[in-house]
């Protein structure tokens, strides 16, 4: 993109504070309109009859020019709706591009694509959320949060955020466990090749391999634990943990190997930190999640990926 029009870009957004979803509804449609129109653009042809609404504006129209980059996250249920704001950045943005095509600096393939990063600048900022809901499991909790993370994962293309957060909370909840000990934690991309780790934790002699996804290349860290004389325990998904299993049998070390569910993992031990007491689950929930947002604080990059207890 040209440098004069990314300034621009930035200054517009920074004066009309377009970072939430309604406003940057608004601009995403507005840019898409304005490529099926000739300039100087009209205020009034994007006002509605009633003009009280931007013209065109909805949910679906907004989502249309999202599935174009392959994002069906839903920015804004409520696009479209009655709203001054919307109008007023409307006639704002109007004049905005208007401008830039008398600089001669108008590019709206360019400036639709800016604002679509925008957009997920906006989801990446989002926090996961977790319901406390005593009627439910644990386990059900995890599996919902974990079901949240897939849902955001198939709306953002090329995203993988299942991984990260199942590396952090593997590692908040060993530390609540094991107070006593002095956990390594690293950021969930960095490869174990790179600072010569046996696996993502070292207890003793206990490797921890956390995963989403159990492949061949697992089951061989595996067995090069074995080779070392420690003992390896793989931290999967409940619908994988069967598939490394099946993979650890063919090569041999099944019986040399725990996999544990992730699921289960966690709400077990839950329940021991709570001393099986339902009071005091809530509380002990929330120190995980606490510990949790630490560990995303000190060793990822993305805000996004903190939990919110509800």
Same mark, same amino acid.
């Not at 993370?149 to 198939?154: A, I, N, S």
């Not at 509380?283 to 903190?306: C, F, H, S």
């Given at each position: 993109?040209?440098?004069?029009?990314?300034?621009?870009?930035?200054?517009? &957004?920074? %004066?009309?504070?377009?970072?939430?979803?309604?406003?940057?509804? /608004?601009?995403?449609? @507005?840019?898409? !309109?304005?490529? *099926?129109?000739?300039?100087?653009?009209?205020?009034?042809?994007?006002?509605?009859?009633?003009?009280?609404?931007?013209?065109?504006?909805?949910?679906?129209?907004?989502?249309?020019?999202?599935?174009?980059?392959?994002?069906?996250?839903?920015?804004?249920?409520?696009?479209?709706?009655?709203?001054?704001?919307?109008?007023?950045?409307?006639?704002?943005?109007?004049?905005?591009?208007?401008?830039?095509?008398?600089?001669?600096?108008?590019?709206?393939?360019?400036?639709?694509?800016?604002?679509?990063?925008?957009?997920?600048?906006?989801?990446?900022?989002?926090?996961?959320?977790?319901?406390?809901?005593?009627?439910?499991?644990?386990?059900?909790?995890?599996?919902?949060?974990?079901?949240?993370?897939?849902? &955001?994962? %198939?709306?953002?293309?090329?995203?993988?955020?299942?991984?990260? /957060?199942?590396?952090? @909370?593997?590692? !908040?909840?060993? *530390?609540?466990?094991?107070?006593?000990?002095?956990?390594?934690?690293?950021?969930?991309?960095?490869?174990?090749?790179?600072?010569?780790?046996?696996?993502?934790?070292?207890?003793?002699?206990?490797?921890?391999?956390?995963?989403?996804?159990?492949?061949?290349?697992?089951?061989?860290?595996?067995?090069?634990?074995?080779?070392?004389?420690?003992?390896?325990?793989?931290?999967?998904?409940?619908?994988?943990?069967?598939?490394?299993?099946?993979?650890?049998?063919?090569?041999?070390?099944?019986?040399?190997?725990?996999?544990?569910?992730?699921?289960?993992?966690?709400?077990?031990?839950?329940?021991?930190?709570?001393?099986?007491?339902?009071?005091?689950?809530?509380?002990?929930?929330?120190?995980?999640?606490? &510990?949790?947002?630490?560990?995303?604080?000190?060793?990822?990059?993305?805000?996004?990926?903190?939990?919110?207890?509800?």
């Amino acid at each position: 993109m040209n440098e004069a029009l990314s300034r621009r870009l930035h200054t517009f &957004r920074d %004066e009309h504070n377009i970072r939430k979803k309604g406003a940057l509804s /608004v601009v995403i449609y @507005l840019t898409r !309109a304005a490529s *099926e129109r000739e300039f100087p653009l009209s205020e009034a042809d994007f006002l509605a009859k009633s003009g009280g609404q931007v013209r065109g504006l909805s949910k679906a129209a907004v989502q249309a020019v999202l599935r174009d980059y392959g994002i069906t996250r839903t920015l804004a249920q409520e696009a479209g709706r009655t709203s001054r704001g919307s109008v007023r950045l409307m006639k704002s943005y109007v004049r905005f591009l208007n401008a830039l095509h008398s600089d001669e600096l108008l590019d709206l393939a360019s400036i639709e694509r800016w604002w679509v990063n925008r957009v997920l600048d906006y989801f990446s900022s989002m926090p996961l959320k977790l319901k406390y809901d005593v009627s439910k499991s644990i386990q059900s909790l995890f599996e919902d949060l974990f079901r949240q993370v897939r849902d &955001r994962e %198939e709306g953002e293309p090329g995203a993988t955020y299942l991984g990260t /957060v199942l590396q952090h @909370l593997v590692g !908040a909840k060993i *530390e609540l466990s094991l107070p006593g000990v002095q956990l390594n934690h690293f950021g969930a991309s960095v490869a174990d090749h790179v600072t010569g780790r046996a696996g993502d934790f070292q207890i003793e002699k206990t490797v921890i391999h956390v995963t989403t996804m159990p492949t061949e290349a697992i089951i061989e860290k595996c067995r090069q634990n074995l080779r070392a004389n420690l003992s390896p325990l793989i931290i999967t998904m409940s619908g994988r943990a069967p598939v490394a299993r099946g993979i650890a049998e063919m090569a041999g070390v099944s019986d040399r190997i725990d996999i544990l569910a992730a699921e289960q993992f966690l709400a077990a031990n839950l329940h021991e930190l709570s001393a099986f007491q339902i009071a005091a689950r809530e509380a002990t929930l929330r120190e995980l999640i606490q &510990r949790y947002n630490e560990l995303i604080d000190q060793y990822e990059t993305d805000p996004g990926l903190k939990i919110q207890l509800g």
